[in-house]
C-alpha cells in the first residue's frame, strides 16, 4: 500500500522590525534624554527644564558650590530674550523655570546656563571632564494650572524628595539651594526666608508666569509636590 506524501510547512524567519526586548539596553535605570524633537515654543509660554548630573559627582546640595553657582546665574539670568526666574538644586540635578522668546534664545540661554554649571562643578569639586548626563528635559508650560504646578515642584522639590526618602512630610522652612527667597508667591513667607546679597534670577514678564498661575491659589510652603492633598502635605 504506496504511503500519501505529506506536505511540510516552511516557516520563514525575519530579522527585521520591532521586536520586544530588542535593542541596546540603557546603561541606568534613568537613562538620560537623547535627541528628540522639542516641542514648539512661543514667546508666552514658560517653560520646566531639568538639568540631570553624571553618577559620580559629589552631591551639588553643598555651601561652596551653591555659592559658586549663585554667582554664575547672576551673569547669565537674563540675557538674548531668555531669563531664568527661578530655580531649585537637588543632589543630582537641578529644576529651572525659564522664559524664552523662541527655540533659538532657548537654545542660546539653556547653552550658557549649562556651560557655566558644568565649570562651576568642576572647579568647585577640583576635577575635569563633562557633568551633565545628557540633554535637558523641557515641559512648555501652556495653562495657569501648569505653571502653578510647576513653580510648586520646582520651588519645594526638596520636600518631594524628603518624604520619598522618609514616608512623612519634612519640616516647614526655605529650601537654601533654592530661589524661593526671592519668590513673591508664597501664601505665607516660609521660616528661614532672607534677601542676603544682590538677585540671581531674573524677573518674569509673562503673563502667565507673573499673574496668570495665581488665579489657582499662591502657593503654601507645606505643600509637597506630587501629593494628592498638597495643602496640608499628606499622600
Given at each position: ?49 531639568t538639568l540631570r548630573i553624571r553618577p559620580g559627582v559629589p552631591s ?79 515641559r512648555a508650560l501652556r495653562t495657569p494650572r501648569e505653571v502653578r ?52 534670577v531674573a524677573q518674569s514678564r509673562t503673563w502667565l508666569l507673573c ?25
Amino acid at each position: 500500500m504506496s504511503r500519501q506524501p505529506r506536505q511540510l510547512a516552511m516557516e520563514f524567519r525575519s530579522h527585521g522590525g520591532r521586536r520586544a526586548g530588542a535593542g541596546r539596553k540603557p546603561a541606568s535605570a534613568r537613562p538620560p534624554v537623547h535627541h528628540i524633537k522639542r516641542p514648539v515654543l512661543v514667546g508666552r509660554d514658560p517653560c520646566h527644564v531639568t538639568l540631570r548630573i553624571r553618577p559620580g559627582v559629589p552631591s551639588l546640595r553643598c555651601q561652596p558650590f551653591l555659592r559658586e553657582f549663585r554667582a554664575s546665574l547672576r551673569e547669565v539670568c537674563e540675557r538674548d530674550h531668555f531669563r531664568v526666574c527661578h530655580y531649585s538644586i537637588q543632589r543630582d540635578h537641578l529644576h529651572l523655570v525659564v522664559e524664552a522668546a523662541g527655540k533659538e534664545s532657548l537654545g542660546r540661554g539653556m547653552k550658557s546656563v549649562a556651560t557655566r554649571l558644568a565649570r562651576a562643578v568642576n572647579r568647585v569639586f577640583d576635577r575635569k571632564g563633562h557633568v551633565l548626563f545628557g540633554r535637558y528635559h523641557l515641559r512648555a508650560l501652556r495653562t495657569p494650572r501648569e505653571v502653578r504646578n510647576a513653580l510648586a515642584y520646582v520651588l519645594l522639590n526638596v520636600r518631594k524628595h524628603w518624604r520619598q526618602r522618609n514616608g512623612v512630610a519634612p519640616p516647614v522652612r526655605l529650601d537654601a539651594a533654592s530661589s524661593g527667597e526671592w519668590f513673591d508667591g508664597w501664601s505665607r513667607p516660609p521660616p528661614g526666608t532672607r534677601r542676603l546679597g544682590s538677585r540671581e534670577v531674573a524677573q518674569s514678564r509673562t503673563w502667565l508666569l507673573c499673574e496668570g498661575w495665581r488665579r489657582h491659589g499662591l502657593i503654601d510652603p507645606v505643600e509637597v509636590p506630587g501629593s494628592r492633598n498638597q495643602a496640608n502635605g499628606a499622600a
